[in-house]
Nanobody
Framework: VQLQASGGGLVQPGGSLRLACAASGRTTSDYAMGWFRQAPGKERDFVAVITSSGGNSYYAESVNGRFTISRDNFKNTVYLQMNNLKFEDAAVYYC?????????????????WGQGTLVTVSS
């Protein structure tokens, strides 16, 4: 599975961005897909995951209620709508795919990674 993330950029606090991750290769609808993020000097942390069918999604506590993950299996694309962005949301965001959503508990359980897209939050 190849993953191509896009949509990062510069946004003011309180603003919004939508990230997209286009997948290709194997049947991507067989995989749970989601996002991690990594700020400078920090570990890569889980952000959100959506199950292969799109029926369930899970979020890190720090983004719950502000971020929404969705997927379009016809387009092989997963999205992360980020609202009310805060300074602490600034990071490189990585798209990821794994066989099951529970694999998103640990970054080293992930099967496939995208190249990352930078989100900068600044006034």
């Amino acid at each position: 599975v190849q993953l191509q993330a896009s949509g990062g950029g510069l946004v003011q606090p309180g603003g919004s961005l939508r990230l997209a991750c286009a997948a290709s290769g194997r049947t991507t609808s067989d995989y749970a897909m989601g996002w991690f993020r990594q700020a400078p000097g920090k570990e890569r942390d889980f952000v959100a995951v959506i199950t292969s069918s799109g029926g369930n999604s899970y979020y890190a506590e720090s983004v719950n209620g502000r971020f929404t993950i969705s997927r379009d299996n016809f387009k092989n694309t997963v999205y992360l709508q980020m609202n009310n962005l805060k300074f602490e949301d600034a990071a490189v965001y990585y798209c990821a795919a794994a066989k099951t959503y529970t694999d998103f508990l640990r970054a080293n359980w992930i099967n496939y990674w995208g190249q990352g897209t930078l989100v900068t939050v600044s006034s």
